[in-house]
Each structure stands twice: as structure tokens, then as C-alpha cells.
């Protein structure tokens, strides 16, 4: 990962709330349906735009919110992260440090997502390497 300073904090949306299995298009499309929930808030940065087409993401760490909900929370770790060939940063957000259970649970939900986002991706035609590359917390980077 290309070591570059994250913001203090972030907007997100939450487009999957914690034990969702369902993930939507900005339109409100299905695009796709996870075979477990997700152990986290899944959400987006406002006004912004990742290598992917898509915003930016984010995790929000802690209890369960309402999709749709917008949170103003401090960013506490980047993953590393590559969909089809394109760089696609996750910020994880909490409004307490990351803890070692929490990191644990990151690290193992991001590299299934990549085994299985990879599987949609030749489905859905995409090339290029999808793939987890680790965690970068404040300054110090933890490698897969």
C-alpha cells in the first residue's frame, strides 16, 4: 500500500448495516448477496470516488446503524485492497482505537471478501487481481 496520510475523521453512509446480507447500488439495485452478514457497518464517503468507479468505503466499527444513516466518525486504519486490477482502500472508522479482536475480524472478513468479490468478478467479466493487502494503523503498517 502506498503509505499516504488518512483523514482525521470521515462522512459515511451506511449502505450495509451490521448483519446485513444484502448490498445495494447507489440506485437501490441488489448487487449483490453475501452467503454470511456482515460483521460490521458497511458504508461510503460523500463526494468522493475510488479506483473502482465506486466512492469511496468504509467499516464503522461498533453497534448497529440504520442504512442510510450518515455518521461523522474518526478513521482508525486503511486496508489495502485491489478490485480488478483497480485500488480500492477500505477506511475503518471507530470512535475507540482498533483493538486486536477488531483488527482479527477486519483482516479475516477482507481477505474472504477478496476470494469471494474475485469469484463475482469473472462472473461479471471483470479482469485483474482482486486481493487484501493488509492493514495500515495510524503510522504503523501491518502487513498480510
Given at each position: 500500500?502506498?503509505?499516504?496520510?488518512?483523514?482525521?475523521?470521515?462522512?459515511?453512509?451506511?449502505?450495509?448495516?451490521?448483519?446485513?446480507?444484502?448490498?445495494?447500488?447507489?440506485?437501490?439495485?441488489?448487487?449483490?448477496?453475501?452467503?454470511?452478514?456482515?460483521?460490521?457497518?458497511?458504508?461510503?464517503?460523500?463526494?468522493?470516488?475510488?479506483?473502482?468507479?465506486?466512492?469511496?468505503?468504509?467499516?464503522?466499527?461498533?453497534?448497529?446503524?440504520?442504512?442510510?444513516?450518515?455518521?461523522h466518525?474518526?478513521?482508525?486504519?486503511?486496508?489495502?485492497?485491489?478490485?480488478?486490477?483497480?485500488?480500492?482502500?477500505?477506511?475503518?472508522?471507530?470512535?475507540?482505537?482498533?483493538?486486536?479482536?477488531?483488527r482479527?475480524?477486519?483482516?479475516?472478513?477482507?481477505?474472504?471478501?477478496?476470494?469471494?468479490?474475485g469469484?463475482?468478478?469473472?462472473?461479471?467479466?471483470?479482469?485483474?487481481?482482486?486481493?487484501?493487502?493488509?492493514?495500515?494503523?495510524?503510522?504503523?503498517?501491518?502487513?498480510?
Open positions: 500500500m502506498a503509505s499516504q496520510e488518512a483523514p482525521r475523521a470521515l462522512e459515511v453512509i451506511i449502505d450495509v448495516p451490521r448483519g446485513s446480507f444484502v448490498k445495494r447500488d447507489d440506485d437501490g439495485r441488489v448487487d449483490y448477496v453475501s452467503p454470511f452478514p456482515c460483521p460490521f457497518n458497511y458504508g461510503s464517503v460523500p463526494n468522493t470516488l475510488s479506483g473502482d468507479g465506486d466512492r469511496l468505503d468504509a467499516v464503522v466499527l461498533g453497534p448497529r446503524l440504520a442504512q442510510g444513516a450518515r455518521v466518525v474518526p478513521v482508525v486504519a486503511v486496508v489495502d485492497f485491489v478490485d480488478a486490477g483497480q485500488s480500492d482502500p477500505k477506511y475503518i472508522c471507530s470512535v475507540g482505537p482498533l483493538g486486536t479482536a477488531d482479527l475480524l477486519v483482516e479475516g472478513f477482507f481477505r474472504v471478501y477478496a476470494y469471494l468479490k469469484a463475482l468478478n469473472l462472473v461479471r467479466n471483470k479482469r485483474g487481481a482482486t486481493r487484501f493487502g493488509g492493514i495500515e494503523i495510524a503510522s504503523a503498517k501491518v502487513r498480510a
